[in-house]
């Protein structure tokens, strides 16, 4: 998940998406998986949810975006 967020801040399905890519399909993470995968992330303080959307998100409003902190970089 730090590798798919190493790049752009993305919302969780582009991250589901990102890890399915790099891992050539080896890695299929499920949404309930994922959702733990970030509340355990975000408790370490690897990566924080967005208070903004990105200028060029034309998506759906309701979609969470997350970056990687500096810690989560090292």
Do not use: F
Request: glycine residues 8%; hydrophobic residues 35%; positive net charge.
């Amino acid at each position: 998940m730090l590798l798919a967020l190493a790049g752009d801040d993305l919302h969780g399905y582009a991250i589901l998406k990102e890890v399915e890519l790099r891992t050539s399909g080896k890695v299929k993470a499920e949404h309930g998986n994922a959702l733990w995968n970030y509340q355990t992330a975000a408790c370490r303080r690897l990566i924080v949810e967005r208070r903004s959307r990105p200028a060029e998100a034309d998506d759906d409003e309701r979609r969470r975006y997350y970056r990687m902190t500096e810690k989560g970089g090292k």
